[in-house]
Structure formats: C-alpha cells, structure tokens
C-alpha cells in the first residue's frame, strides 16, 4: 500500500518506507505520468489542483510537485530545504554574478557549471538566461524563474527552491558565498528541463552552451588545431564564442601529473600576449568550474618563477589573483600539450552586448523537414539526392581582417536534428556544399551530376553537425540530408556569416522550366481535414469542457477517416487504438487529452499518414508486411528481425497487412516505447534498470 507523505516541518523529505524506496529511487529517469505519481506520493496531502510550480504548500511557499526527485537526492541524510532555511539573509546574487560563484557539488556536471561559467564572464547572456530582478525579499513566494533556448525559441522553466542538503550545505553546485544562491537555482531548472539531477550526469560542455545561449557549437581537436592557435582563439573570442576544452586520454577526473584532470570540463576565458622580461609569450586563462584543482606547471598560479619576470602594472592588466581558486594561467603550447578537445560556442548578434566590441556573427535560420518520398533524397550516393531541402547561400560582403588578403567571407552552417534525442531516435545527418547553378538558384539531380561539393562533413549521429569555412564572394547552395533516403525527422538549420550576406531557401524551377522535377506534395492533404476543419471536429466530438476521451477521439477519427481517400479503413478503427493514442499522448493520467495535446497527436497523425500513403504502394489502404520495415525506418525507427516478427504477430490482420488506424496504433507504441527507455538510459549505455513498480505502472499504462 501506497502511504502519502509530506514535506516536513523543516522543508525536508522524510525517507520513504523500506516497501517503497525501489519505487521513487529511479524516479528522474521516468516519464511525466511516472513524476506525477512521485509528487503525490511525495505530496498528496498538500492543495494543489495543476500540480504545476505554482501550487502552495502549507508555508504559503510555491512547491513544484513535478520536479523529478531521484535516488541522489533520496540517500539517507539528504534533506530538501529552502535558502532562507539554510542561511539568514539569502541574497538572489550577491556583487553581480562572476564566473567564481560556481563550486561544484556531488554531482558530475562540470560539462554543466563550465556552460555556466562561460556564461556569467557575458552579463547581457546571462540576463537572458537568469532574469535578474529576483529575490528573496520583494515579491518572494518560493520560485524562481529561468528560460533556456530549445530550437530556435526561448523556453521558461519555472522551479522552486527547495534544494537538497546534506548537513545543512547543499548538495550540489553552492556559492563561495554561501548566502548567494542563483548558481544552485540555475542548475536546479538546468536539471528540470533534461529530466532530473541525475540526467546532469556525464554529458557534452556546447550542448549546455547551446540550451543557455542559443549559439552555434565547434568541436576542435586541438593536436589537429590551427597552427597558428593564439589567433584562432583571438578571432574566436572576439566574436564573443564560448570555449570549453578537457583532456579525455585518462581516468575520469583523476589528475594528470601537473593537475590537470582527465575527463573534466574547464573553460577558456581569455588569451593575452603577455610581456615578461625575456619577452612575449601566448597566454590563455582557464577556469576549473570546481572552484580549486589547479594547473602546477609554468605560470600556475602558486610558486610559479614565470610570474617574477611579469611586472605587477602587466599582472594588474591580467586581473592575475594568486589563490588556489580554480582559475589559472598556462602558455599555449601546454594548453595544446594538456588537452585535446576544445567545443567552441559561436554567439550571433542577436547575443551581442550593445556598444561591445566583440562582433558576433549575424543567423538566419530555418526550420525543415525530411519526408520519405518527397523531401527525404538521402546522401549524395542516393539518387533522390536532389529531393532534399536546399538553400541558397549568398556570399557578397568579405571579411573585415588584414589577414584576409585573398578576399573570401567566412561562415558557419550548422544543423541540428530536432526532438530525436527525447525519441531516442538519432540519425546519421550531414551538409553539402556546391557552387550554386549560373542562372537557377537550385540544383537539379542533372546538375548535381555535374559538380562535386566544395565543403561537405560525414554522416554523423550527433544532435548538431556543422561545416566552418570561407569562400570567395558568389553564390553557393546548402543541402542538408539524412545517409538514408525516405528517413523522417526535422532539424534546424543555421547560418552564420558576417553583416551584409544572405541565406534563403532555393526556389525550385517551375514544371515549364525543368520538366523532369515533379513539384512534391503532402499526401495528407488529400486525405485529413485542415487544421482549421479538425479544430471544429474536436469541438464537435469532445465534451462541454473541451476534453477528448477515447470514445470522442473514436467518434472523430472516424468521421475523419470517412470523408478521405482513406475511406473504408475505419472499419479497422477500434476502442482499443483510441484509448492507446489517448493514454499514449496523457501526460497526467487522467486518459483525456485538451484541444492542445490532440493538437500536438494530430500533427503525428499527419506525419504518419504521408508515410502510410508513400508505402502503400498499391494503394490497398493497407501496408503489405514486406512495406512495415520500411515505412518504419522512413519514420526514424529501426528495427531487427526478431521486432518484425512481433510487429506481424501483434499488429497485422489474418492477411498479414496493417491498416491505416493499425498503422497509427504501431507507429505510436514504439515512438513511445522507445522515449521511455531513452528517459531511463539517460548515460545512453543501451540498458536499464527498473523495479517492479516502474515497470507495472509503463506497461499497464499504454
């Protein structure tokens, strides 16, 4: 039996009972439906009728009811307490924020704090990021409010601020100020938005630097760096970018024999010549985000002999504080010897501090889609190759640098897949470059024939793939693209040049001019209602307060399916499909969904149906199993033999076909299938454990 619990006198919360702890100790690892039931086991006595942050607790103080607790912060000891229970007087931030205000805690995300101090060295980013007229004082009601960029778009993520301690210090990132407390807040909305403390665990410095500044991030090898490095990091910083770097050739976060740590992110600062009295030498601050553990080579900061040959008038210039701090100098040559990857984060102007010099680039940015059949051609070795997306790059203003005596203008194009990583589904993406065609401004499959890519990268997995370059002044075409043709998925594309140049989406030749390219279309089109007619259907099958049950979105569905080129597959519609699309989509376990949520199921439904219509090649209004794999794999899902066999057990009818509502069933299950277990691999091992409870509560839920 399940006993409620509640936050304790003193902000803590109780342990749980010994039959319970294998419920609620992975509990950040589980899915919204799964948080739910955490918060009100944690919670269920306390008024809340959302079980948003807004909800009060008994104090008067807001209680965010759905932040994933976990086993970290359920050991025995830990107890969750406000700041003004753990200090006097807090203060929101205390002499502005600094890069010096982050001591990490027990927790291994220094990819995070290193984002983080990078961030507070840029106060006009950190504004976005930290709104800063917050305090304990005025207008306090116990949360906090934080907004991180999500694809394109600036996300608020509001939290409370209960925070884990253990013997009255918290748990995780702390101040040196221990009355200071925007750095512990920050992480704690960081972790709210990736799914709990323990998602922060192990991870990649430039995607923190992307969620909290909206740039665009490089991986460098440094062995394989510019020869010339101190001015790559020059240009680099004085575009404003965000640099991060480690030494991954060790154990994790053991030191090397001058103190550098394997495995450990740090952030580069800044890059001075310095003038000593044997002359000048290359210089880079660096900053280890745990506040101490510093470099004891050349120019470290304690019983270094090279800081005696710098006058104090160049040290003053430095800003140098000896103290074991965390940050430090060293030359650039044992920075290149000492570590060897460096993720750079390139800031757009829409990031630039007004009346700064630094000059960040200027974006432009578009959102697309890869359809199988019809915007999905695959890489180069595909045919449809032409099929993809394509933009057109117009180079015309060139680099404002004395170096730049060939006259060419440098750029960033990068792209990012969009929501494979909550579907646990990534695919192999990469980018082309050509020279665009004389007088079209997009490239035919004959074109493509005839020339070869002057910039292109391999086919990689990850989130985002970029190419950094420069060109003479002209016009170029940009085609990004799945290794596979007919794979779904979405990105977003970014280009980043200088002042004064351009990117657009290349207009595709009219069937007069080129008649070979038939002009794609959306074959949902024929087949659904438009956004605005299912608008109406919703209202008309859902209840008197709006809400679409699965007898509603039965009745819907097939009023949908009648009026279309579909017609005759409702018949294979079922109770059963409609009540697992519902409780599919339900994040609240109430087995409803609102206009907003069926909103967001519709938009799959029109994806699925394109694809339904592409592999339905003989128009059967039904999918022969040989055409399930590839349908499937079109959708960003790939499966083996042994699924395939279950597939055709469990989802086909006697004539071993799959309906069109059969289809929409399948192709949901495993997208949510698949995001369940990605929620718990959160480290990406290709395992999970769960207890008896987790896995009673997704199976019999779904």
């Known amino acids: 039996m399940i006993k409620s619990r509640s936050l304790s006198s003193e902000g803590s919360l109780p342990p749980p009972d010994s039959d319970e702890l294998d419920s609620v100790c992975s509990d950040e690892l589980m899915g919204s439906q799964s948080r739910r039931w955490l918060a009100d086991l944690l919670a269920a006595d306390m008024p809340s009728e959302s079980g948003e942050v807004g909800a009060v607790g008994r104090d008067g103080l807001c209680v965010d009811y759905h932040f994933p607790v976990g086993d970290l912060e359920m050991q025995a000891g830990v107890k969750w307490k ?65 907004k991180f960029w999500q694809y394109g778009q600036w996300v608020e993520v509001r939290i409370d601020d209960l925070l884990p301690t253990q013997g009255n210090k918290l748990l995780y ?66 575009k404003g970018a965000l640099i991060n770097c480690a030494n991954g050739k060790g154990p994790l976060e053991q030191r090397n024999e001058l103190g550098i740590m394997f495995k450990h992110a740090y952030s580069l600062t800044a890059v001075e010549k310095v003038k000593s009295s044997y002359g000048y030498v290359d210089l880079v601050r660096i900053l280890n985000p745990w ?174 793939v970029i190419i950094r370059s420069s060109l003479p002044p002209g016009r170029y075409i940009i085609i990004p693209s799945t290794m596979e043709a007919n794979q779904q998925g979405e990105f977003l594309l970014r280009v980043l040049t200088e002042p004064g140049n351009a990117a657009t989406p290349a207009d595709k030749p009219k069937p007069q ?92 439904i029109r994806k699925w149906t394109d694809i339904f219509l592409v592999y339905d090649t003989n128009k059967s209004h039904r999918l022969e199993y040989k055409e399930v794999e590839p349908a499937l794999k079109a959708a960003g899902i790939t499966v083996d033999s042994l699924v395939m066999q279950l597939v055709g057990l469990r989802y086909t009818e006697p004539d071993l076909t799959i309906s069109y509502p059969g289809f929409l069933y399948m192709i949901m299950k495993l997208e949510s299938m698949i995001h369940k277990f990605q929620t718990y691999d959160m480290m990406g091992l290709g395992t999970v454990t769960i207890s008896y409870r987790q896995f009673l509560h997704m199976t019999m839920y779904s």
């Open 291 to 464: 506040g101490n553990t510093e470099w004891t080579g050349p120019w470290s900061d304690v019983n270094s002999g090279e800081w005696r040959t710098v006058s104090p008038e160049e040290q003053d210039r430095l800003g140098r504080v000896s103290r074991e701090d965390g940050e430090f100098w060293m030359s650039v040559v044992d920075f290149q010897l000492n570590f060897d990857a460096m993720e750079v984060c390139h800031l757009t102007q829409a990031l630039g501090a007004p009346g700064s010099a630094v000059q960040p680039w200027s974006c432009i940015m578009h959102h697309g889609t890869w359809m199988p059949g019809i915007t999905a051609g695959g890489s180069p070795a595909s045919m449809l190759f032409w099929q993809n997306p394509q933009f057109l790059l117009v180079l015309s203003e060139a680099d404002n640098s004395p170096r730049n005596s060939q006259r060419t203008c440098s750029f960033v194009v990068a792209l990012m897949q969009k929501y494979q990583r909550r579907k646990g589904i990534n695919l192999y993406v990469s980018l082309h470059i050509y020279p665009a065609h004389p007088q079209n401004t997009y490239l035919s499959s004959e074109d493509l024939r005839k020339v070869s890519p002057i910039c292109y990268n391999q086919p990689s997995p990850r989130r985002e």
């Open 173 to 238: 990132l702390s101040s040196p100020e221990r009355h200071e407390f925007w750095s512990a807040l920050l992480e704690k909305a960081y972790a709210k938005l990736k799914g709990g403390y323990r998602a922060l665990e192990m991870g990649f410095p430039h995607e923190a630097m992307v969620d909290m500044t909206g740039g665009v991030t490089e991986v460098f090898n440094l062995p394989l760096a510019s020869k010339n490095l101190p001015e790559l990091l020059r240009d680099l910083l004085a």
């Open 82 to 146: 406000r700041p003004k229970e753990l200090c006097p007087s807090p203060k929101f931030i205390v002499d502005g924020a600094s890069r010096l205000d982050i001591c990490q805690g027990k927790l291994s995300d220094c990819w995070v704090l290193s984002a983080i101090a990078s961030l507070a060295m840029h106060p006009h980013l950190l504004k976005k990021v930290v709104p800063l007229n917050q305090s304990f004082q005025n207008g306090y009601n116990g949360s906090f409010t934080f």
């Open 513 to 604: 001019d080129v008649s070979l390219i038939k002009e794609p279309s959306f074959p949902h089109l024929d087949a659904l209602p438009s956004l605005t007619s299912i608008k109406q259907l919703f209202h008309k099958h859902s209840n008197k307060q709006g809400i679409c049950k699965p007898l509603h979105l039965y009745h819907l569905l097939t009023e949908v399916i009648k009026g279309g080129v579909l017609a005759g597959s409702e018949k294979y519609l079922s109770m059963e499909h409609c009540k697992s699309l519902v409780v599919l989509m339900d994040s609240r376990g109430s087995a409803q969904l609102t206009w907003n949520v069926f909103e967001t199921l519709w938009d799959k």
